[in-house]
């Protein structure tokens, strides 16, 4: 496994891809709401990204070994569509849950984030689950620093959730990240500590746990890229790109709007979910 160790002028690059990313889902956050099609989230997002940001939409035409080239700018999964939505004329309604999933290319460097939002009213077992999922990944995000392990990472993740009665998918995972969208390691969100790669400074990579209300299985719909739970129960993701330091981590995709800003500045605070 060739893991790329990114140099000063690197993570500066994706330091601002990394903001860049999370300020699209800043701009997006006020037009969630009942009634608005996910398709219209795109076309705002696109616009933002290239006519605001002169970024390029990393999802747009993207196509790995085995796919279709990806139709859209950014991905959009509601209610227990796990990953990967492909945005169209689906009506947001009050009571749904949203992951908008944003990965930019600004200056050969891509910053990848992705937040949950509620449309609407959400049920207390629908926060309960965006709530344990955002816990996941800081839970795994905490556990980054230099000799640490992979495993380290998908543990607390596994442990967390199932804690809570929820489940890890488990055929999806975070990545490394920097001037290639998807590199390696694989970062996988359930495991052993102790085990798999030890982590050095420089290393860049995503955390992005995707967790099941019910069983972790998951099946893929006929566009060829919509990840569903198979039992229809919901899932819930959240994700962040994060640098490996000399100390422990940096969270690269960060900018005021954030639901954790002042977390991903140090401060131990809770999170407060985005609206």
Not at 20 to 46: M, N, Q, W
Not at 147 to 153: A, C, E, N, W
Request: with cysteine; glycine share 10%; aromatic share 6%.
């Amino acid at each position: 496994m060739a893991v790329s160790i990114k140099s000063a002028h690197d993570i500066e690059g994706m330091r601002l891809a990394g903001r860049l990313a999370s300020e699209v889902l800043d701009f997006i956050a006020p037009y969630v709401k009942p009634g608005v099609t996910t398709e219209e989230i795109d076309r705002l997002c696109h616009d933002y990204m290239v006519n605001v940001q002169q970024t390029i939409p990393a999802p747009l035409n993207y196509c790995p070994p085995g796919y279709t080239p990806y139709p859209k700018s950014v991905c959009t999964s509601v209610n227990h569509q796990v990953c990967h939505g492909v945005p169209g004329p689906k009506v947001l309604k009050s009571g749904d849950i949203l992951n908008v999933d944003v990965t930019v290319i600004k200056d050969g460097y891509h910053g990848d984030t992705s937040r949950m939002f509620y449309v609407g009213p959400a049920s207390v077992g629908a926060q309960r689950l965006c709530e344990i999922t955002h816990a996941c990944m800081w839970k795994g995000i905490e556990q980054v620093a230099p000799g640490r392990t992979l495993g380290d990472i998908g543990h607390a993740i596994q442990r967390h959730a199932e804690a809570n009665g929820c489940s890890v998918v488990r055929e999806f995972c975070g990545h490394g990240i920097g001037k290639v969208f998807h590199e390696d390691p694989q970062v996988l969100h359930y495991g052993r500590p102790g085990t798999g790669m030890r982590l050095s400074p420089g290393m860049t990579f995503t955390i992005e746990p995707m967790i099941n209300a019910g069983r972790p299985e998951v099946r893929e719909l006929a566009d060829g890229w919509t990840i569903v739970t198979k039992d229809h129960s919901l899932s819930a993701q959240w994700e962040h790109t994060v640098l490996v330091t000399q100390e422990g981590f940096e969270v690269l995709t960060v900018s005021p709007g954030s639901p954790d800003w002042q977390r991903c500045q140090g401060a131990a605070v809770d999170a407060t979910m985005a609206s």
